[in-house]
């Protein structure tokens, strides 16, 4: 409800002109309510990619231990890629313009960045073998993989009505950094 609510009035009177009371009285829910699911307005907007960002972890656990790392954190960003098609595309990136989000949406989005970015890093740093000396190497490969998945997100987003499946796009954009960092990370 609070997120229907929110999406409505946003579109309506933009981001800025919608405060957290107007978004709880047309939901018909107190403030508290509100701040039990969300921390800030903000949230609102990543409502969906949070909750595709959720299964990261999942994902990487799933990852085969014997595969190169670079080609198991691709394997995973893959399958939080494949949750997102045509029939999911998270509003408030589509809808940005509108709602006048753009700068809501790349302030907040770093926090996100940075949690998916420590994630992949502490996966990559916990792999069987992975020597200390290489440490930021694989801190480097986890910010520029997860980079480059943002950017392939936007790209996505921005296609319109025929941009069809994440994946391809996501795939397309992380394959070179993969590739790129495999003989650092994976160099058996």
């Known amino acids: 409800m609070l997120?229907?609510?929110?999406s409505e009035l946003?579109?309506?009177?933009?981001y800025a002109g919608t405060t957290i009371g107007d978004i709880t009285r047309?939901?018909?829910?107190?403030?508290?309510?509100f701040f039990n699911y969300f921390a800030t307005k903000s949230?609102?907007?990543?409502?969906?990619?949070?909750?595709?960002?959720?299964?990261?972890?999942?994902?990487?656990?799933?990852?085969?231990?014997?595969?190169?790392?670079?080609?198991?954190?691709?394997h995973a960003l893959l399958t939080l890629a494949a949750g997102f098609g045509p029939?999911?595309?998270?509003?408030?990136?589509?809808?940005?313009?509108?709602?006048?989000?753009e700068g809501e949406l790349e302030s907040s989005a770093l926090a996100r960045f940075l949690v998916v970015t420590g994630?992949?890093?502490?996966?990559?740093a916990a792999r069987p073998g992975f020597a200390a000396d290489r440490d930021l190497a694989g801190r480097a490969f986890s910010s520029a993989v997860v980079a480059a998945a943002a950017a392939a997100a936007a790209e996505w987003a921005a296609a319109g009505v025929h941009r069809g499946d994440l994946a391809p796009?996501?795939?397309?954009?992380?394959?070179?950094?993969?590739?790129?960092?495999?003989?650092?990370?994976?160099?058996?």
């Open 3 to 6: 997120e229907e609510a929110a």
């Open 10 to 14: 946003f579109l309506e009177q933009t």
């Open 26 to 33: 047309r939901a018909g829910v107190s403030r508290t309510t």
């Open 43 to 74: 949230d609102l907007l990543w409502v969906d990619v949070d909750a595709g960002l959720a299964a990261l972890p999942a994902a990487l656990a799933q990852c085969d231990r014997a595969e190169p790392v670079t080609v198991a954190v691709r």
């Open 87 to 101: 029939g999911r595309v998270p509003w408030a990136v589509t809808q940005y313009e509108v709602m006048a989000t």
């Open 119 to 124: 994630r992949v890093a502490e996966f990559v």
């Open 169 to 188: 796009y996501v795939d397309l954009a992380i394959s070179p950094v993969c590739s790129g960092f495999r003989p650092v990370l994976d160099p058996r």
